[in-house]
Nanobody
Framework: EVQLVESGGGLVQPGGSLRLSCAASGFTFSSSAMSWVRQAPGKGLEWVSSIYSHISNTYYADSVKGRFTISTDNAKNTLYLQMNSLKSEDTAVYYC????????????WGKGTLVTVSS
């Protein structure tokens, strides 16, 4: 059974940092594309970043490029999202998803972790 469990969300001030984690199980993590997707209050899903670790490729939405870094620890089957220089508009529930490309191509999703950026 595929499981994705996010952690690391919380309240942070503008300009601060957080690191999200996603513990994965039930599939071959090291050869799978993985993504982060977020949903701000009252808005739709927004793709944030994807990683294809088996070919060392990463992709970012323009809104987070230069501030967020996606990475994996294949020994721990864990996906990370390092978020720096956080802004109020980064407030959202962040979901870890298996797969990349379009949202429709992501076949498994975690339950999400809430990030609130506020002073």
């Amino acid at each position: 059974e595929v499981q994705l469990v996010e952690s690391g969300g919380g309240l942070v001030q503008p300009g601060g940092s957080l690191r999200l984690s996603c513990a994965a199980s039930g599939f071959t993590f090291s050869s799978s594309a993985m993504s982060w997707v977020r949903q701000a209050p009252g808005k739709g899903l927004e793709w944030v970043s994807s990683i294809y670790s088996h070919i060392s490729n990463t992709y970012y939405a323009d809104s987070v490029k230069g501030r967020f870094t996606i990475s994996t620890d294949n020994a721990k089957n864990t996906l990370y999202l390092q978020m720096n220089s956080l802004k109020s508009e980064d407030t959202a529930v962040y979901y870890c998803a298996k797969g990349g490309g379009s949202l429709n191509g992501m076949d498994y999703w975690g339950k999400g972790t809430l990030v609130t950026v506020s002073s």
